[in-house]
């Protein structure tokens, strides 16, 4: 038993063997959602079906009718199987209904989304409204060694005599609280058990119809009676006997009883609601003391409860329950339909307490837990009075059948033993899932967008080795990762010595058009842009209100109202929502487009860009004097429209081509065919990146972090304080007018030292083990060109001085002393970028 | 600065999808890659009138499409956004035009759609199509919802895209609209969700 439960319980080891298999998604969108298969949820269909709404019903069982499958619901034992053949003939020629069996709704989520698993997909149902007919667990009778196999609920022997056509034992008894105790005794006997006696709790049965029913086939009847004690067999293994005592008073029995052989004893106490998914909607169970009934109140809108589930037991009171059901969802939905009776049921089927606790104990609450009723009588002794607490104490409820039949006599336990009443006492709060879903029914189909460029294969096969840069895809370099430091310092000095072009295309993109053009531009961003001359580019950085910088690019000015501006590729969304979000309340006349993925984009660089490009742009003046260094001209590339900035991130003669992103392809071609004379060859992003550190330009996020203001940055020449406005002018002014407390500076370290890696700290002292943190290092690269380790990070402000030297603490905890370098490290005049 | 044409040079156009890794035979869903087909978009509050001068037919309201001309799609996507899109691969000299002729438009911003959007059509039956796309994309696209000349501006497999439901020739078909850089990923998603369909 130990081992079925923890498998059960998903306890154990994990098999590593294991193949995982595909598990997927999928919508279901519907008009009236019933979860529960049984003769309420059939007839709740039908109705809201015939209606015209659109339906789907749920059941976790592979074959539908939920009792009406297994339950004997008169003294003939025909109507089930007649009601269920009827029923489900009709739900599945339903146009209107859609059938999810062998499905379980594992959960309820505000407006009626449910997720249900069936298989290996999880549907993810959007549904108006939402019958919940999920029935009744039958709730078990507490007594001395009610754990023994062959004690079972009256429900568990009839499902097997009558689904699997199981003989469950020879002789039984029955302990009955309620009439179907009775009803499962004339199965028993149908299916060739003999049934030694009916141990009735109550003084009578309430239908004596069925009483005289057993009578006639020969059952005998005890009232006022319960099974005190089951008696295992010698070997334990299985049950031999029942100790029958006579009901004394509530809970109690008479000292003596009699002792009758039986290989099954079936138990019928009464039913608790499968509440859980109703109670996730937050509705209240509540429970009537006197009359042993549950209710289900203040369901929000829109969900509503038929059948047991809802207190209801006789089947006919069931069928009109769920059509009730349905009649209130389609007057919601606004289809018309005939209203039914009002439901009524005085069927009594819980025994008020049919807990007879014993000197000797084994008296189960909780078959999961192994939990007594003295364990939970204990609990409130020592002052866990609330049944959470209850809970959390005794572990009671946290088996996996996760309390379906323990929390009502251990709520009736601790309302007895707290002088509250059931309702007052409560059950613990259900939480979705339902039953326990595999993690791969979450994980499974997961999406995970990627976004490639238009030169994504030319990469490929020129060997690049690609790496995610935020949900794009990039070349880090073009070799083999094993020669990774090799293959970079080879790129760059092509590019410091030669030419090479790398692809930008992630780069974002952002056009402002209209008559406020640049009034608008001017307010967002910091330099000053209203007189930035057509044909001109420009440095732009983004502040937020708290004077942070957060984002950089450079602004084209295309026309007098037409911008073009770059914007980086992990901070292109944000920009372009900022921008919509300052412009809704500005009122601008202005068009603002985010067109990053429309234009690609190729940087070529190096010495001999210019060479390169008049091979194939013919209609562009290129010479240093027509188009000078921060210019911007249009022209064309095998008769496609491109866009050139004459940039300088890298430090080099270098033009960025911008073009409409169905040409990136063809164009790269073209550029590389043309290169080929001067040894053109791409390059990657991790080349870039200390082509860039060389020149000391900062990346934003990456040399930035979430205060970094343009004084710590030496990005003063990029504010215009003479304008009135950009988004963080009032924040800037102040946070630059404070004392500073770091600066990000330019270092290097001799090629022998250990290399910081980023997000190495700096500390204030090398002496002091534990000295203040004063930055750290935000970009470390070895570098050729240089002949030295370089890098940028944030220093205290009295490091911050040329030549000054501080100390980093690398891995291992090793320090190495750094020293504060001018910027940049590599052509201090920008002659580079100015070749003729 | 000259004004230049999106439209133009339609065969430098190179769509982003490999099919390479892709097998769409077992599939009772087809669908067609049209990302080089022409297409161009236009914003602004003259934009209808734009449009309407050129003798186009315009939706009455926002996120509803219609057919004109064999398989010219005119999708309004706002009060003062419109796309044009030719899903037959026939009126490229009509939309080059169009975009030409918006140059002295006022108050019309043209939007580079040709090249900022992959395109998909989608066809087959209707049932297993609204079926494929329940696996990638939360509205719900079936008959009695999503009528023909809906538009839905959605995230489809977490994606931002544009679906519409139109017709040629009598036969039902789907079109997706998504970021180009997305293309590929979105094919494969797709290609996923409608491998079931066999």
Known sequence: MGTSYSKKAGLGFADLTFTPIYHDKSYLFHDVAVIGAGPAGLAASLKAADAGANVLLVDENPMLGGALTYHRFDVAGVRAAELREQLTA??????????????????????????????????????????????????????????????????????????????PANKAVVLAGNDDGYLCALELLKNGVEVAVIVDMRSQSSDPLLHSAVIEKGINVLFNSTVYEALPST???????????????????????????????????????????????????????????????????????AGSANGVHELDAVINDGELAAYTSLTLLGLASDEPQPVTCNKQTNFPWPIFSHPKGKDFVDFDEDLQSKDIVNATRLGYRDVQLVKRFSTVGMGPSQGRHSALPTARLVADATNRTVTETGVTTARPPFVPEKLSHIAGRI?????????????LELGAHMIPAGIWQRPAYYGNPIDRDKVVQQEVEMVRNAVGIIDVSTLGGLEVRGPDAAEFVNRIYTFGFLKQPVGKTRYAILTNEQGVVVDDGVSCRIGEDHFYITATTGGVDAVYREMTKWNAQWRLSVDIANVTSAFSAVNVAGPLARKVLSKVCFDVDLSNESFPYLAYREGTIEGVPIRLLRVGFVGELGYEIHMPSLFGATIWDALMAAGSEFNMKPFGVESQRLLRLEKGHIIVSQDTDGMSH???????????????????????????????????VGFKLSSESCRPKEGHIVLASSDQKDCAITGNVTSSEYSTTIGANIGLAYVGIEQKEVGCKFPIRVDNGEIVMAEVVQLPFYDANNSRQEVI | MDFYNLSSAKSSRSSLLSLNKVDRSHSKLEVQDCTVYSRVGFRGVGAEAFLESNGLPIPKLPNQSLSYKNGLIILR??????????????????????????????????????????????????????????????????????????????????TNAIVTKQSMDGV???????????????????????????
């Not at chain 1, 069996?101 to 939402?130: E, H």
């Not at chain 1, 999406?447 to 990469?459: A, D, G, I, R, S």
């Not at chain 1, 003479?722 to 500073?740: A, N, T, Y």
């Open chain 2, 77 to 158: 996507l706002s009060k003062s956004e419109f796309w044009v899109v030719d899903t037959a691969n026939k009126h490229h000299a009509l939309i080059e035009a169009l975009e030409l002729s918006s140059k002295e438009a006022i108050n019309v911003y043209r939007l580079y759609c040709q090249h900022s959007h992959g395109c998909f059509l989608i066809t087959g039956d209707a049932d297993l199509t609204v079926k494929m796309f329940s696996k990638v994309c939360s509205v719900d696209l079936s008959q009695g919802v999503f009528a023909l000349g809906s538009i839905a501006q959605t995230s489809v497999a977490r």
């Open chain 1, 710 to 744: 343009p004084g710590e940055l030496s990005l003063n020449w990029a504010i215009n304080r003479k304008k009135p406005f950009f988004i963080g002018r009032r924040s800037v002014d102040i946070v630059m007018e404070r004392q500073q407390t770091r600066k990000l």
């Open chain 1, 235 to 305: 070997d334990k293994k299985r049950l031999a006997a029942v100790q029958v005592h006579a009901i004394t008073g509530r809970g109690k029995v008479a000292a003596t009883g009699v002792t009758i052989p039986c290989d099954l004893l079936c138990m019928s106490a009464g039913y608790m609601p499968v509440y859980q998914l109703l109670c996730q909607a937050g509705a209240k169970l509540s429970y009537d003391d006197d009359s042993a009934r549950f209710a289900l109140t203040n369901l929000p809108k829109n969900l509503h409860v």
């Open chain 2, 172 to 198: 039902v078909f789907t079109l997706l609209l998504a970021d180009v850089a997305s293309t590929q990923y979105l094919w494969e998603a797709i290609e996923d969700a409608a491998s079931e369909f066999v």
């Open chain 1, 447 to 459: 999406f995970n967008p990627y976004k490639l460029t238009p030169m994504h294969q030319k990469h």
């Open chain 1, 90 to 167: 009709k739900v599945r020629h339903h146009k209107n209904i859609t059938v999810l069996n062998s499905a379980t709704c594992n959960g309820w989520f505000t407006d009626n989304y449910l997720p249900v698993i069936q298989g290996n997909r999880m549907y993810k149902v959007r549904a108006k409204q939402c019958i919940v007919a999920s029935g009744a667990f039958e709730q078990h009778v507490v007594f001395r060694n009610n754990d023994i196999p062959g004690v079972v609920m009256s429900s568990a022997a009839m499902r097997l005599m009558t689904q699997y056509a199981i003989k």
